[in-house]
Each structure stands twice: as C-alpha cells, then as structure tokens.
Nanobody
C-alpha cells in the first residue's frame, strides 16, 4: 500500500506561486503514473495533473497553462509548480498513483493546504 507525504503548501496572494512536493514511500513511484488531486471544502477530490513514468503530462482545464507537474525519478519525488494562483485554487492537495484518472491506492497522505487570499 502506498504512502504519500505532501509538502509545500501555504498562504499566497492571488497571482502568486507555490511548489508542492510529494515523496511516496512503500511503492516505486517511478513505475507509476503519478498525479496531484485537490479537495476544497464541501467538494469532491479531483485530479488536477498527472505525469506518466515517461514524463507525459495531463492537466485539468482549470489549471492548464498555470500548473506544471514534474517528477524526479532519481529522488522518487513528484512536484507541482503552481503559478498565477487564483482563489478557486484553494484546497488541500494530495498526491497518489493514478490509473485512468482514478487514484490507485486507497490510503492518502495528510495533504498540504493551499490558501489563496489577499
């Protein structure tokens, strides 16, 4: 069962940037498509970005052109660079392995809170 440790969240003003990191354990992350999900209060947890083991990426329409997912297979770490943040990006962000836009593992990390406010 995978375990995930997310970090890098915080409070940022609209238009600002944050870089999230995910350090999976218990799995060889480089063998999986990895993704970042987010969940705002009262809403479902949605996939916002994914990256295959070969580096192909996909993004939700709401974050295209603003967010960039990347991975360092040597460090077994996945990143999410978030630029031009908007108040609607505020959520708890989680990472997980991904299969057909669905999370692979049922266990989630604690997530990292992103707050976008002036």
């Amino acid at each position: 069962q995978g375990r995930f440790v997310e970090s890098g969240g915080g409070l940022v003003q609209p238009g600002g940037s944050l870089r999230l990191s995910c350090a999976p354990s218990g799995i060889l992350a480089s063998a999986y498509t990895m993704g970042w999900f987010r969940q705002a209060p009262g809403k479902q947890r949605d996939l916002v970005a994914s990256i295959t083991s070969g580096g192909n990426t996909n993004y939700a329409d709401s974050v295209k052109g603003r967010f960039t997912i990347s991975r360092d297979n040597a460090k077994d770490t996945v990143y999410l660079q978030m630029n031009s943040l908007k108040p609607e990006d505020a959520a708890v962000y989680y990472c997980n392995a991904v299969s057909r836009t669905r999370p692979v593992f049922t266990s989630w990390g604690q997530g990292t809170q992103v707050t976008v406010s002036s």
